[in-house]
Protein backbone atom coordinates (compact mmCIF):
# COMPACT_ATOMS: atom_id res chain seq x y z
CA UNK A 1 0.00 0.00 0.00
CA UNK A 2 1.26 3.47 -1.17
CA UNK A 3 1.75 5.99 1.96
CA UNK A 4 0.30 9.07 1.85
CA UNK A 5 0.72 11.95 2.66
CA UNK A 6 -1.80 14.97 2.96
CA UNK A 7 -0.86 18.50 3.68
CA UNK A 8 -3.64 21.45 4.69
CA UNK A 9 -6.34 20.39 6.84
CA UNK A 10 -9.04 22.97 6.54
CA UNK A 11 -12.95 23.11 5.73
CA UNK A 12 -12.39 20.47 2.51
CA UNK A 13 -8.82 18.78 3.65
CA UNK A 14 -10.07 17.35 7.18
CA UNK A 15 -13.12 15.43 5.65
CA UNK A 16 -10.94 13.96 2.27
CA UNK A 17 -8.32 13.00 5.03
CA UNK A 18 -10.65 11.24 7.06
CA UNK A 19 -12.10 8.97 3.93
CA UNK A 20 -8.19 7.96 3.18
CA UNK A 21 -8.17 6.85 7.06
CA UNK A 22 -11.61 5.04 6.43
CA UNK A 23 -10.08 2.97 3.83
CA UNK A 24 -7.35 1.82 5.58
CA UNK A 25 -4.47 3.86 4.65
CA UNK A 26 -1.37 5.76 6.66
CA UNK A 27 -2.27 9.36 6.15
CA UNK A 28 1.00 11.84 7.27
CA UNK A 29 -0.51 14.93 8.02
CA UNK A 30 0.66 18.40 8.43
CA UNK A 31 -1.04 22.63 8.55
CA UNK A 32 0.19 25.65 9.86
CA UNK A 33 -2.73 24.96 12.70
CA UNK A 34 -1.23 23.23 14.95
CA UNK A 35 -5.00 21.92 16.62
CA UNK A 36 -6.21 20.98 13.16
CA UNK A 37 -2.89 18.07 13.24
CA UNK A 38 -3.63 16.99 16.26
CA UNK A 39 -7.67 16.81 15.77
CA UNK A 40 -6.58 14.11 12.66
CA UNK A 41 -3.85 12.18 14.84
CA UNK A 42 -6.75 11.53 16.86
CA UNK A 43 -8.57 10.28 14.23
CA UNK A 44 -5.90 8.00 13.43
CA UNK A 45 -3.15 10.04 11.03
CA UNK A 46 0.33 10.33 11.63
CA UNK A 47 1.18 14.08 12.72
CA UNK A 48 3.88 15.57 10.90
CA UNK A 49 5.91 18.80 12.32
CA UNK A 50 6.12 20.14 8.55
CA UNK A 51 5.61 19.51 4.89
CA UNK A 52 8.92 18.26 4.48
CA UNK A 53 8.44 15.30 7.05
CA UNK A 54 5.25 14.70 5.18
CA UNK A 55 7.07 14.61 1.70
CA UNK A 56 10.30 12.34 3.19
CA UNK A 57 7.48 9.51 4.49
CA UNK A 58 5.03 9.91 1.97
CA UNK A 59 4.93 7.76 -2.20
CA UNK A 60 1.99 10.37 -2.91
CA UNK A 61 1.62 14.02 -1.41
CA UNK A 62 -1.84 15.53 -1.31
CA UNK A 63 -1.76 19.66 -0.88
CA UNK A 64 -4.72 21.30 -0.01
CA UNK A 65 -4.10 24.66 1.28
CA UNK A 66 -6.12 28.07 0.19
CA UNK A 67 -4.09 29.85 -2.92
CA UNK A 68 -1.08 29.60 -5.28
CA UNK A 69 1.58 31.41 -2.74
CA UNK A 70 -0.20 29.10 0.02
CA UNK A 71 1.00 26.02 -2.37
CA UNK A 72 3.97 27.81 -3.26
CA UNK A 73 5.29 27.80 0.35
CA UNK A 74 4.27 23.94 0.75
CA UNK A 75 6.24 23.02 -2.29
CA UNK A 76 9.25 25.11 -2.01
CA UNK A 77 9.68 27.17 0.98
CA UNK A 78 11.60 26.59 4.13
CA UNK A 79 10.93 23.18 5.40
CA UNK A 80 8.37 22.49 2.33
CA UNK A 81 7.90 19.04 0.31
CA UNK A 82 10.78 19.74 -2.16
CA UNK A 83 13.23 19.43 0.82
CA UNK A 84 12.58 16.18 1.39
CA UNK A 85 10.37 14.37 -1.38
CA UNK A 86 11.58 11.11 -2.67
CA UNK A 87 12.44 10.74 -6.60
CA UNK A 88 9.39 8.65 -7.93
CA UNK A 89 6.59 9.97 -5.17
CA UNK A 90 3.92 11.58 -7.13
CA UNK A 91 2.50 15.26 -5.69
CA UNK A 92 -1.31 15.52 -5.93
CA UNK A 93 -2.42 19.44 -5.81
CA UNK A 94 -6.29 19.73 -4.98
CA UNK A 95 -5.92 23.20 -3.82
CA UNK A 96 -7.42 26.01 -6.62
CA UNK A 97 -4.84 28.00 -7.78
CA UNK A 98 -3.20 29.96 -10.82
CA UNK A 99 -3.50 27.48 -14.37
CA UNK A 100 0.02 29.08 -14.93
CA UNK A 101 1.89 28.78 -11.97
CA UNK A 102 0.57 24.93 -11.48
CA UNK A 103 2.81 24.42 -15.10
CA UNK A 104 6.03 26.02 -13.58
CA UNK A 105 5.33 23.96 -10.41
CA UNK A 106 4.97 20.96 -11.97
CA UNK A 107 8.08 21.68 -13.85
CA UNK A 108 10.24 22.61 -11.12
CA UNK A 109 8.70 18.63 -9.40
CA UNK A 110 9.52 17.18 -12.94
CA UNK A 111 13.32 18.10 -12.13
CA UNK A 112 13.35 16.53 -8.47
CA UNK A 113 12.19 13.24 -10.67
CA UNK A 114 8.59 13.78 -9.21
CA UNK A 115 5.53 13.58 -11.32
CA UNK A 116 2.40 16.24 -10.42
CA UNK A 117 -0.97 16.32 -10.85
CA UNK A 118 -3.15 19.20 -10.25
CA UNK A 119 -6.54 18.34 -9.21
CA UNK A 120 -9.22 21.12 -8.12
CA UNK A 121 -12.06 19.99 -6.57
CA UNK A 122 -16.08 21.13 -6.83
CA UNK A 123 -18.64 20.09 -4.56
CA UNK A 124 -18.04 22.19 -1.58
CA UNK A 125 -18.32 21.01 2.34
CA UNK A 126 -21.00 18.93 1.80
CA UNK A 127 -19.00 17.00 -1.52
CA UNK A 128 -16.15 16.78 0.38
CA UNK A 129 -17.89 15.19 3.39
CA UNK A 130 -20.10 12.66 1.34
CA UNK A 131 -17.37 11.82 -0.88
CA UNK A 132 -18.92 13.68 -3.94
CA UNK A 133 -16.70 15.67 -4.96
CA UNK A 134 -16.34 16.55 -8.78
CA UNK A 135 -12.42 15.99 -9.60
CA UNK A 136 -11.18 18.12 -12.57
CA UNK A 137 -7.19 16.74 -13.22
CA UNK A 138 -4.37 18.36 -15.15
CA UNK A 139 -1.50 15.65 -15.75
CA UNK A 140 -0.18 12.67 -17.87
CA UNK A 141 -2.49 9.61 -18.16
CA UNK A 142 -0.43 6.99 -16.63
CA UNK A 143 0.59 9.16 -13.26
CA UNK A 144 -3.49 9.68 -13.68
CA UNK A 145 -4.31 6.40 -13.60
CA UNK A 146 -2.13 5.28 -10.38
CA UNK A 147 -4.10 8.24 -8.30
CA UNK A 148 -7.47 7.45 -9.37
CA UNK A 149 -8.32 5.16 -6.93
CA UNK A 150 -7.29 7.60 -4.10
CA UNK A 151 -9.65 10.12 -6.39
CA UNK A 152 -12.57 7.21 -6.37
CA UNK A 153 -12.17 7.34 -2.51
CA UNK A 154 -12.84 11.31 -2.72
CA UNK A 155 -14.81 12.33 -5.13
CA UNK A 156 -17.14 10.23 -7.90
CA UNK A 157 -17.37 12.98 -11.16
CA UNK A 158 -13.27 12.42 -12.11
CA UNK A 159 -12.15 13.56 -15.27
CA UNK A 160 -9.06 14.19 -16.73
CA UNK A 161 -8.83 17.14 -18.77
CA UNK A 162 -5.44 17.71 -20.46
CA UNK A 163 -2.07 18.63 -19.67
CA UNK A 164 -0.55 19.95 -16.23
CA UNK A 165 -2.83 23.32 -15.93
CA UNK A 166 -5.87 22.11 -17.80
CA UNK A 167 -7.35 20.62 -14.25
CA UNK A 168 -7.08 24.10 -13.31
CA UNK A 169 -8.47 26.09 -15.94
CA UNK A 170 -11.39 23.65 -15.84
CA UNK A 171 -11.78 24.85 -12.43
CA UNK A 172 -11.78 28.49 -12.98
CA UNK A 173 -14.44 27.93 -15.61
CA UNK A 174 -16.60 25.85 -12.77
CA UNK A 175 -15.90 29.23 -10.42
CA UNK A 176 -17.40 31.58 -13.42
CA UNK A 177 -20.49 29.62 -13.81
CA UNK A 178 -20.76 29.38 -9.95
CA UNK A 179 -20.66 32.91 -9.26
CA UNK A 180 -22.97 34.08 -11.95
CA UNK A 181 -25.47 31.28 -10.72
CA UNK A 182 -25.21 32.53 -7.19
CA UNK A 183 -26.02 36.04 -8.46
CA UNK A 184 -28.83 34.74 -10.20
CA UNK A 185 -30.48 32.18 -7.29
CA UNK A 186 -30.17 35.51 -4.70
CA UNK A 187 -31.23 37.64 -7.23
CA UNK A 188 -34.51 35.31 -8.06
CA UNK A 189 -35.05 35.20 -4.47
CA UNK A 190 -34.50 38.96 -3.13
CA UNK A 191 -36.71 39.79 -6.33
CA UNK A 192 -39.63 37.26 -4.55
CA UNK A 193 -38.74 38.33 -1.51
CA UNK A 194 -39.54 41.83 -1.91
CA UNK A 195 -42.74 41.44 -4.35
CA UNK A 196 -44.24 39.92 -1.18
CA UNK A 197 -43.74 36.28 -1.94
CA UNK A 198 -42.24 33.36 0.81
CA UNK A 199 -38.25 33.33 -0.78
CA UNK A 200 -38.80 29.65 1.02
CA UNK A 201 -41.46 28.01 -0.85
CA UNK A 202 -40.57 30.16 -4.33
CA UNK A 203 -37.01 28.36 -3.48
CA UNK A 204 -38.95 24.90 -3.45
CA UNK A 205 -40.74 25.68 -6.15
CA UNK A 206 -38.09 27.15 -8.47
CA UNK A 207 -36.15 23.66 -7.51
CA UNK A 208 -38.18 21.60 -9.44
CA UNK A 209 -37.97 23.41 -12.85
CA UNK A 210 -35.59 24.96 -14.87
CA UNK A 211 -34.36 27.70 -12.81
CA UNK A 212 -33.37 24.30 -10.16
CA UNK A 213 -29.41 23.39 -10.06
CA UNK A 214 -27.37 22.23 -6.59
CA UNK A 215 -26.80 26.55 -5.85
CA UNK A 216 -30.58 26.65 -5.40
CA UNK A 217 -30.98 23.34 -3.32
CA UNK A 218 -27.66 24.52 -0.96
CA UNK A 219 -26.66 27.92 -1.26
CA UNK A 220 -30.04 29.21 -1.75
CA UNK A 221 -31.65 27.09 1.66
CA UNK A 222 -28.44 29.33 3.04
CA UNK A 223 -29.68 32.43 1.58
CA UNK A 224 -33.14 31.70 3.16
CA UNK A 225 -31.86 30.42 6.24
CA UNK A 226 -29.14 33.31 6.74
CA UNK A 227 -26.28 30.58 7.59
CA UNK A 228 -23.29 32.62 6.03
CA UNK A 229 -20.89 30.42 8.48
CA UNK A 230 -18.40 28.66 5.37
CA UNK A 231 -18.61 26.47 3.88
CA UNK A 232 -16.75 28.66 0.93
CA UNK A 233 -15.49 31.47 1.91
CA UNK A 234 -16.01 34.55 -0.22
CA UNK A 235 -11.97 35.46 -0.04
CA UNK A 236 -11.25 32.11 -1.61
CA UNK A 237 -13.87 32.94 -4.38
CA UNK A 238 -12.76 35.98 -4.43
CA UNK A 239 -9.39 34.02 -5.59
CA UNK A 240 -11.06 32.26 -8.42
CA UNK A 241 -12.58 35.04 -10.14
CA UNK A 242 -9.30 37.51 -9.78
CA UNK A 243 -8.11 34.07 -11.85
CA UNK A 244 -10.82 34.55 -14.24
CA UNK A 245 -10.70 37.69 -14.71
CA UNK A 246 -6.98 38.28 -15.17
CA UNK A 247 -6.60 34.89 -17.65
CA UNK A 248 -9.65 36.35 -19.34
CA UNK A 249 -7.99 39.65 -19.91
CA UNK A 250 -5.07 37.73 -21.56
CA UNK A 251 -7.46 36.02 -23.38
CA UNK A 252 -8.52 39.45 -25.08
CA UNK A 253 -11.93 37.75 -24.26
CA UNK A 254 -14.78 39.75 -21.84
CA UNK A 255 -16.59 37.59 -19.31
CA UNK A 256 -18.72 40.35 -17.98
CA UNK A 257 -21.60 38.70 -15.41
CA UNK A 258 -18.23 37.46 -14.03
CA UNK A 259 -17.07 40.62 -13.57
CA UNK A 260 -20.73 41.94 -12.03
CA UNK A 261 -20.35 38.51 -9.49
CA UNK A 262 -16.98 39.74 -8.56
CA UNK A 263 -17.93 43.70 -8.05
CA UNK A 264 -21.02 42.34 -5.80
CA UNK A 265 -18.98 39.99 -3.61
CA UNK A 266 -16.49 43.64 -2.75
CA UNK A 267 -19.64 45.13 -1.44
CA UNK A 268 -20.30 42.09 1.15
CA UNK A 269 -16.75 42.28 2.13
CA UNK A 270 -16.36 45.97 2.09
CA UNK A 271 -19.56 45.00 5.18
CA UNK A 272 -19.07 41.94 6.08
CA UNK A 273 -15.68 40.87 5.94
CA UNK A 274 -14.14 37.69 3.79
CA UNK A 275 -14.92 34.78 5.94
CA UNK A 276 -18.60 34.76 5.13
CA UNK A 277 -19.89 31.58 3.04
CA UNK A 278 -20.02 32.97 -1.04
CA UNK A 279 -23.71 32.23 -0.33
CA UNK A 280 -23.59 35.95 1.44
CA UNK A 281 -23.67 37.43 -1.58
CA UNK A 282 -27.56 37.80 -1.23
CA UNK A 283 -26.91 40.72 1.38
CA UNK A 284 -25.63 42.74 -1.52
CA UNK A 285 -28.65 42.13 -3.75
CA UNK A 286 -30.61 43.04 -0.63
CA UNK A 287 -29.06 46.48 0.62
CA UNK A 288 -29.51 47.35 -3.26
CA UNK A 289 -33.19 45.98 -2.94
CA UNK A 290 -33.59 47.85 0.52
CA UNK A 291 -34.22 51.57 -1.24
CA UNK A 292 -37.75 52.39 -2.16
CA UNK A 293 -39.24 55.33 -4.57
CA UNK A 294 -42.21 56.54 -1.81
P1 LIG B 1 -9.26 26.50 4.42
O1 LIG B 1 -8.73 27.86 4.55
O2 LIG B 1 -10.39 26.05 5.31
O3 LIG B 1 -8.07 25.40 4.61
C1 LIG B 1 -6.78 25.53 4.09
C2 LIG B 1 -5.78 25.01 5.11
O4 LIG B 1 -4.46 25.11 4.55
C3 LIG B 1 -5.78 25.83 6.41
O5 LIG B 1 -6.04 24.97 7.49
C4 LIG B 1 -4.37 26.43 6.45
O6 LIG B 1 -3.85 26.54 7.76
C5 LIG B 1 -3.57 25.44 5.60
N1 LIG B 1 -2.34 26.03 5.07
C6 LIG B 1 -2.18 27.22 4.44
N2 LIG B 1 -0.89 27.42 4.13
C7 LIG B 1 -0.21 26.33 4.57
C8 LIG B 1 1.16 25.95 4.57
N3 LIG B 1 2.09 26.75 4.03
N4 LIG B 1 1.50 24.77 5.13
C9 LIG B 1 0.53 23.97 5.68
N5 LIG B 1 -0.77 24.28 5.73
C10 LIG B 1 -1.15 25.44 5.18
O7 LIG B 1 -9.66 26.30 2.89
P2 LIG B 1 -10.62 25.20 2.23
O8 LIG B 1 -12.01 25.74 2.19
O9 LIG B 1 -10.35 23.86 2.84
O10 LIG B 1 -10.09 25.26 0.71
C11 LIG B 1 -8.86 24.66 0.31
C12 LIG B 1 -8.75 24.77 -1.20
O11 LIG B 1 -9.86 24.08 -1.81
C13 LIG B 1 -8.80 26.21 -1.74
O12 LIG B 1 -7.95 26.36 -2.83
C14 LIG B 1 -10.25 26.37 -2.15
O13 LIG B 1 -10.42 27.35 -3.17
C15 LIG B 1 -10.59 24.97 -2.63
N6 LIG B 1 -12.00 24.61 -2.56
C16 LIG B 1 -12.73 24.86 -1.44
C17 LIG B 1 -14.09 24.52 -1.41
C18 LIG B 1 -14.97 24.82 -0.19
O14 LIG B 1 -16.20 24.73 -0.33
N7 LIG B 1 -14.41 25.16 0.97
C19 LIG B 1 -14.67 23.90 -2.51
C20 LIG B 1 -13.89 23.60 -3.61
C21 LIG B 1 -12.55 23.96 -3.63
Known sequence: MAQLGFIGLGIMGKPMVGHLLAAGHTVRVYDLVEAFVKEMAEKGAVACANSREVASQSDIIIVMAPDTPDVNAVLFGEN??????????????????????????????????????????SGGQVGAEKAILSIMVGGKQEVFDKIKPYFELMGKNIVLIGENGAGQT??????????????????????????????????????????????????????????????????????????????????????????????????????DGTDFDHSAMVLALEELAKHTVA
Open 170 to 271: CKVANQIAVAVTIAATAEALTFASKAGADPAKVREALMGGLAGSRIMELLGERMIARNFQPGFRIRLHQKDLNLALQSARSLHMSIPSTAIAQQMFNAVEAR
Open 80 to 121: GVAEGVKPGSIVVDMSSISPIETKVFAMKLADLGVEMLDAPV
